[in-house]
């Protein structure tokens, strides 16, 4: 412990002498009221000043500039009560145990139960170690365990099990880097947005601002995979519950993009490949929206029960036809850069028609013109009749119709035409708005005229930058396609970096290649234009294929099918493995399956998630949810590997060289960014969501990943602070009562006074420091249980009690020292307690009582020495608890001698608590005969004003006068009941040595006489050591007179005049306080310190006694000698 050792150095010996002695400064006796406020001069105090810390007393203590804990242990006493024959005996005791008898952690590498042990203690090499081999394994057979270690995907154990009678040999893992996770990643990257929106997208946001979108997600997914293969690379990566609690995110986004995979899959096949197959139609204008979002929900529903059958029937065959859907995402790909290439010296025949510089659905029209002209005559076209209300020339016709002319333009004009000039920038749009050629000629009609029957190409949605950003992110997500099959590849720890990297780089080549060609060989309108209306229907992108348009569709209705049917796989198995995992304990259902692994419930329940993504059946809005998933755990990823690294975990070592964890924080920045500039309502949501999940999790106490992480960040700020808190004392306008409470357990190791803990969480009421400590008595081997044990019943009576604060069982020899370990040695630092609160010891007159009036008063003592505040509790199971209420009464103080102010801070302290907020505050202070009163009471109120304290005022009078006779009586009492326990106590003694004789009578008579001669030679003449019978009855009646003659002194001696004087005011104080203060709620009091010749302890508990009868709750306070209250803001 370096920190530790340093402070020794700066401390030098001094300071450590003085703490071993048990030294320190102990403070100046404490001045009182009277003198203490006519020397601060009537309240302009200056309480600042530590005036019991005056003198040279508190020069002698070493400061220290580093935390450093002694605690000052009495070597000789921990073997005192335990014989040689004892201590062999527990020796054996632990030898036949397993062990040292301590519980070890379980590793999911050491099994015992399956160990043999015949051949683990074959050789003698290891005999040393033998007992630990069951809990501590040797080196070779961890090693072993560790090169043998296989990982099945969860889920699939009892499948395997059960495949295991059908092949004889399981073959290991085998994908390469290429197969197992570049493919993967390829094809769950590239998907539905790319065939169905990226055109329009392009169109929409013009190619820089598009080219802006992509870039941004596509780093964004890049700077997450490097914090991805960092995490792969930093040991055995696990399957499908890769991400841990990151992996619910993950799910509710692979589970919706099923969903949209769907909605695409359904879209392409009702718009593209068969229009006549909608079941509902439009049957006006404007109404086509609301048919098609219909049409959706209806397949969409079929297909998901369609696809639930398939994957619950067979998933081997949705596997086997990966590699086919696959194949038509690259053949898709392949024909849209041919057909880039081809439009270069050949550009596809796709006319556009256009009205003014309006755009033309081609779906109700063949002919592009007003009229044909046929052997001399002049024939209206079916868009003639469109427009107008008949067939004939001079038919009433729309404004806009007849004043603009009709033209007819190439949709594609190719990679050399120089249209990617005129696409460069955006064209957002409101919703139902015409798509409309920015340099065509055009004259304004009337806009009374209804435009919804007319042919025109309609903007279905608003569209704006942020917005395209929500629907675009979902293409570029799949980049954990490869470390889900983690488990089937040879080597994850080289594969996933390599296979994720490299497919991100590909994808972001192929998204933006396309993003430049789109815009340089696809008009303007055409690309805005969603659905292909103004081409006849077909695919945008289609229309850009070669060699046919059918190319793509075919192509991407099947991978838009195969994805959607890969997300219903995969989404359960994620599923299945999280609830497995024990992570959110209300999903343990989830867990459950078929016999051989496959996730049933699982099925259902993504199935029915999948549903609400199919109701909502638009794809535009599907895209923002699912990227709102994918970006909180992409994000949480890029959390986790920065805390990682900024914390320096020891066990974060990844071997991905590319890897800095700036890059993971500007991953993280991304992420959140890009969910705000999506939807920052929908990302307000996730948030919340993700908040929730994640306190329920804290609140069942599931420790899995990323509250690893979370504790590890709040160990580092926890240190810091520490580090800051230790660079001096508090101010006094900081300070606060940092309390230590000891507590007393009874034989069950359960609390004895509860209530302590309720007023303790009263004065706190959750603030600051508190330490809650018991004493165990014995040796700390044996008593391993009984602490836990304790230990529990006091965090649950904390937890009752709502006490915020830590516990602390110390074992020690003898209670006496126990106490005193933890009054040096709790807590850390600078959160190190000031004060210690305690119970009166309600027994103390019983000598067979542990906690004895000896250990109370040495406890008062070292309180003192090491300058903290005490608080003494007596009749503390009155002392109400946090449920009662107290409608009214008094909280009096009675302020005899000034010791920093701590009578003043409690009841302030405690009126912040319901319990005692509707209690007024009183205090007394006590007048001498050459006191003036008048003024002492002014002084007072002015010095309470400065303080803000609000409070009434009384001095009582407390006038010299002769000493009573009950007062001689009770201190003669008094006296006379501590002379007989000390001849009592000599009896004892006395009883002790005499068997402790006859002991070494019996064994000298059996030793030999050799033996007896020398050592009868050495000893000196005056010491006989020979008993005879009449010595023995002599002694035996000397003791007995002795005794006898004791006890006769007893009763006729004189009381001591200083214990006289002492009882006098303890009687008269306690006669001034029972007439003003017998129905207080609460008191607190000056408590007296204990005299400084040892031998009056016992009479200085008969003080306190007599100081606090017949008072039912006291607070006896003793300050820590510093000021604890200040007139300064």
């Not at 008898?101 to 015949?118: C, M």
């Not at 041919?338 to 755009?359: S, Y």
Request: net charge neutral.
């Amino acid at each position: 412990m370096p920190g530790l050792s340093l402070s020794l150095r700066s401390c030098g010996h001094s300071a450590i002498s003085q703490a071993v002695r048990g030294g320190g400064a102990v403070p100046a006796t404490a001045p009182r009221v009277r003198k203490w406020l006519s020397r601060e001069g009537g309240g302009s105090a200056r309480l600042t000043r530590p005036a019991a810390l005056g003198g040279g007393a508190s020069g002698s203590g070493a400061v220290c500039a580093m935390p450093t804990s002694f605690t000052v242990v009495p070597v000789e006493a921990q073997g005192e009560e335990r014989g040689p024959e004892e201590e062999e005996d527990e020796d054996d005791e632990r030898d036949r145990g397993t062990g040292d008898g301590i519980a070890r952690e379980s590793s999911p590498f050491i099994n015992s139960a399956e160990l043999d042990r015949g051949n683990m203690y074959e050789g003698k090499n290891m005999a040393l170690f033998e007992e630990e081999m069951d809990s501590n394994p040797m080196v070779s057979s961890l090693l072993n365990k560790l090169a043998n270690y296989t990982n099945l995907t969860q889920g699939v154990v009892e499948h395997e099990a059960d495949e295991d009678s059908k092949r004889k040999e399981v073959k290991g893992p085998q994908m390469g880097t290429f197969i197992g996770v570049y493919l993967p990643c390829l094809q769950n990257i590239l998907g539905v947005i790319l065939f169905l929106r990226l055109t329009w997208i392009v169109g929409t946001a013009g190619v820089l601002e598009s080219f802006i979108i992509v870039f941004m997600c596509c780093a964004c997914t890049m700077l997450t995979a490097i914090s991805m293969s960092a995490i792969a690379t930093n040991g055995v990566v696990p399957g499908p519950e890769f991400g841990g609690a990151v992996g619910l995110c993950f799910y509710l986004g692979t589970t919706f993009a099923g969903a949209m995979y769907i909605l695409g899959t359904i879209e392409i096949l009702l718009t593209y490949i068969s229009p006549s197959a909608a079941i509902f139609k439009a049957e006006e204008g404007g109404e086509e929206t609301e048919a098609m979002l219909n049409n959706m929900r209806v397949y969409g529903t079929c297909i998901i029960i369609l696809m639930a059958i398939v994957v619950f029937v067979g998933v081997k065959y949705v596997n086997k036809l990966a590699l086919v859907f696959l194949a038509c995402v690259i053949l898709s790909i392949i024909a849209i850069y041919a057909g880039v290439i081809k439009t270069a010296f050949d550009p596809p025949d796709f006319p556009i028609c256009l009205l003014g510089n309006r755009t033309l659905s081609k779906r109700s029209f063949d002919v592009c013109a007003k009229f044909t002209e046929s052997n001399n005559e002049t024939k209206t076209t079916p868009l003639w009749r469109l427009f107008c209300d008949s067939s004939l020339l001079n038919a009433t016709c729309d404004d806009y119709f007849r004043l603009n002319n009709v033209t007819e333009i190439q949709g594609i004009p190719g990679i050399m035409s120089g249209v990617l000039t005129d696409n460069l920038w955006s064209t957002y749009s409101e919703k139902g708005s015409i798509v409309e050629k920015k340099d065509q000629p055009s004259i304004a009609g009337s806009e009374e005229t209804k435009m919804g029957g007319l042919p025109y190409v309609f903007t279905d949605i608003m569209t704006y930058f942020t917005m395209l950003v929500g629907i675009y992110f979902p293409s570029v997500t799949g980049i954990m396609a490869g470390s889900n099959r983690s488990g089937d590849l040879k080597d994850a720890q080289k594969s996933i970096p390599t296979g994720t990297i490299l497919a991100i780089s590909t994808t972001s080549f192929i998204y933006l290649s396309c993003i430049v060609l789109f815009g340089a060989c696809i008009e303007g309108v055409i690309l805005r234009d969603k659905f292909g209306e103004a081409v006849n229907g077909n695919l945008v992108v289609g229309t850009l294929a070669w060699p046919s348009p059918w190319v793509i569709v075919i192509g991407s209705f099947f991978s838009t099918c195969g994805a959607g049917l890969q997300s219903l796989t995969g989404a359960p198995r994620l599923l299945q493995a999280i609830a497995r995992d024990g992570i959110v304990p209300f999903l343990q259902i989830f867990g459950h399956g078929k016999a051989n692994g496959e996730p049933t419930w699982a099925l259902l329940l993504t199935a029915g998630i999948c549903e609400i993504g199919i109701l909502i059946a638009s794809l535009d809005s599907v895209a923002p949810i699912l990227s709102m998933f994918f970006l909180m755990c992409y994000m949480f990823v890029n959390l986790a590997c920065a805390v990682q690294t900024l914390l320096r975990t020891p066990n974060w070592r990844p071997r991905f060289k590319y890897y800095h964890w700036t890059l993971s924080f500007l991953g993280m920045s991304l992420c959140l960014a890009l969910m705000f500039i999506c939807s920052w309502y929908y990302a307000l949501i996730a948030m919340l969501i993700a908040g929730c999940i994640y306190k329920y999790i804290e609140y069942r106490g599931a420790e899995k990943e990323w509250g690893d992480g979370i504790r590890g960040l709040s160990l580092n700020a926890a240190r810091y602070a520490l580090l800051r808190v230790e660079d001096g004392p508090p101010h006094t306008k900081n300070w606060r009562p940092q309390v230590l409470v000891l507590l007393n357990l009874d034989n069950e190791q359960l609390v004895k006074h509860p209530r302590l803990l309720s007023f303790t969480s009263q004065l706190k009421a959750g603030k600051g420091l508190t330490i809650v400590g018991s004493v165990l008595q014995g040796i700390y081997l044996d008593k391993c249980t009984e602490t836990q044990k304790a230990e529990e019943n006091v965090k649950a009576l904390m937890g009752v009690e709502k006490t915020k604060g830590f516990c602390q069982i110390v074992v020690s020899p003898n209670f006496r020292d126990g106490i005193s370990y933890l009054i040096q040695s709790a807590g850390l630092g600078g959160m190190k307690h000031n004060t210690v609160l305690m119970a009166w010891p309600q027994s103390w007159k019983q000598t067979e009582n542990r906690f004895s009036w000896k250990n109370f008063v040495d406890t008062v003592r070292e309180t003192t020495a090491a300058q903290q505040a005490l608080l003494v509790a007596k009749n503390i199971d009155l002392f109400p608890t946090n449920q009662e209420r107290f409608t009214e009464g008094n909280i009096d103080v009675w302020w005899i001698v000034h010791d920093g102010g701590m009578l003043m801070l409690l009841p302030f302290l405690l009126r912040q608590h319901k319990v005692w907020r509707k209690c007024k505050m009183r205090i007394f202070t006590v007048a001498q005969m050459d006191d003036n009163s008048i003024q002492m009471k002014k002084d007072l109120q002015m010095f309470l004003y400065h303080l803000r304290l609000n409070a009434q005022v009384e001095v009582v009078e407390m006038f010299e006068n002769d000493i009573s006779a009950f007062t001689y009586e009770k201190t003669l009492m008094m006296e006379q009941r501590s002379q007989m326990l000390k001849q009592m106590q000599l009896s004892k003694n006395e009883r002790e040595r005499e068997a402790q004789l006859i002991h070494d009578r019996n064994t000298a008579s059996h030793s030999a006489p050799a033996v007896e001669a020398s050592v009868a030679a050495a000893r000196p003449e005056k010491v006989q050591m020979t008993w005879t019978k009449e010595k023995f009855a002599a002694e035996k009646h000397k003791t007995k007179d002795s005794n006898v003659s004791g006890f006769k002194d007893v009763f006729n001696m004189k009381p001591n005049q200083s214990n006289v004087r002492r009882m006098h005011t303890a009687v008269k104080l306690n006669g001034v306080v029972l007439n003003k203060s017998q129905h207080a709620q609460l008191v607190l009091l000056n408590m007296p310190g204990p005299p400084k010749n040892r031998k009056g302890d016992e009479n200085y508990m008969e003080f306190l006694e007599v100081l606090t009868e017949g008072l039912d709750r006291v607070l006896l306070v003793r300050g820590s000698g510093r000021e604890v209250i200040t007139i300064y803001s």
